[in-house]
């Protein structure tokens, strides 16, 4: 398979703090997914990004994928924002983007008034 | 446009009990996807299904799990005589192209 490891496992910020959070894969990928898991476990799409760079209101992210990292990037964080974010990727195989997801262990953050 | 639905939410069974689980994938959604989430850890793929075909199922255990994706109704995963350790959150994903949206879960607990 392919590894994916999420740097940090764990963040706490204040209300109103930046941060950037990471994803290092193993081989090449055509697709990449960054979720946000919720604290009553709904997992939210956030951003398909196999490469370049998208912004959403407070979240942006970067993929390199010569370089094989992501980053999601949030700005002014708001309580709401806590819970768990995972980066997941579909490892390059015949072409196609579709297939299983391989997903890191996540980045647990916390965001305190 | 609704999303992906999964029933039950919550499903209690006792060891050696069938466990059934169900999944509709979002409208005009020809791909489904089942992952499992142990307690404090990412997600794990198990099967990837098109309409009544099996396309990867390299992550499920060969013995008591089985999944299907008729022609008409839901996507189904079924665990037969569950064992404690397969006490776990089960998620569903669905697409028709290369994002995959998720269920909301079901959370299975075995006794």
């Known amino acids: 398979g392919i590894q994916v490891e999420q740097s940090p496992p764990d963040l706490i910020l204040q209300e109103g703090a930046n941060s950037t959070l990471r994803c290092n894969f193993s081989?090449?990928?055509?697709?990449l997914q960054w979720f946000h898991q919720n604290p009553w476990g709904q997992l939210i799409n956030l951003f398909y990004i196999p490469s370049g760079t998208k912004q959403n209101g407070r979240l942006s992210a970067t993929t390199v994928a010569t370089e094989r990292y992501s980053l999601l990037y949030i700005s002014s964080s708001q309580t709401t924002d806590s819970g768990v974010y995972f980066c997941a990727v579909v490892r390059v195989d015949r072409g196609s983007t579709l297939g299983r997801l391989y997903f890191g262990r996540g980045t647990q953050l916390t965001v305190w008034p | 446009n609704a999303g992906v639905m999964q029933n039950p939410r919550h499903l209690v069974r006792r060891r050696g009990q069938e466990a059934r689980l169900r999944c509709s994938p979002m409208k005009g959604h020809s791909h489904v996807y089942w992952y499992r989430q142990l307690p404090e850890e990412g997600l794990k793929f198990m099967v990837y299904?098109?309409?009544?075909?099996?396309?990867?199922e390299s992550g499920m255990p060969k013995e008591r799990f089985s999944a299907e994706f008729p022609k008409e109704g839901p996507s189904i995963l079924r665990i037969q005589q569950v064992v404690r350790g397969d006490s776990a959150a089960y998620f569903c994903?669905?697409?028709?192209?290369?994002?995959?949206?998720f269920g909301p879960g079901t959370r299975l607990l075995v006794l």
């Open positions: 081989d090449s990928v055509n697709n």
């Open positions: 299904l098109q309409k009544e075909n099996i396309i990867d």
């Open positions: 994903a669905s697409s028709s192209r290369e994002t995959q949206y």
